[in-house]
């Protein structure tokens, strides 16, 4: 068992930055994959971002290649995600999740956290 919680949302402007965090429990964080996803209201919950077990691969979805960045410290099993110049359709509850093997689908993913709420005004 993993137990994950979020952390670092909030309601910014426009192109501001935030950085969500990703705290770990339980067994080795080290052992798995940790994502990103969000969900945006009444919209499928997408991936974001993945990160391998020492952080040394990763992989944003087109929507966010540039402006995020996920990094990891196995030390403190914590995940962020770096997130600059963010937009208004950012908004949404931004999810960490952790997975066995390195995957972008939801459904490929063993352990969820609770979700942080992402709000960016125009």
């Known amino acids: 068992q993993v137990q994950l919680v979020e952390s670092g949302g909030g309601l910014v402007q426009a192109g501001a930055s935030l950085r969500l965090s990703c705290a770990a429990s339980?067994?080795?964080?080290?052992?798995?994959?940790m994502g990103w996803f969000r969900q945006a209201p009444g919209k499928e919950r997408e991936f974001v971002a993945v990160?391998?077990?020492?952080?040394?691969?990763?992989d944003y979805a087109d929507s966010v290649k540039g402006r995020f960045t996920i990094s990891r410290d196995n030390a403190k099993n914590t995940v962020y995600l770096q997130m600059n110049s963010l937009k208004p359709e950012d908004t949404a509850v931004y999810y960490c999740?952790?997975?066995?093997?390195?995957?972008?689908?939801?459904?490929?993913?063993?352990?969820w956290g609770q979700g942080t709420q992402v709000t960016v005004s125009s």
């Open positions: 339980g067994r080795a964080f080290s052992s798995y994959h």
């Open positions: 999740a952790a997975a066995m093997r390195y995957r972008f689908r939801t459904t490929e993913y063993d352990y």
């Open positions: 990160i391998s077990l020492n952080g040394g691969s990763t």
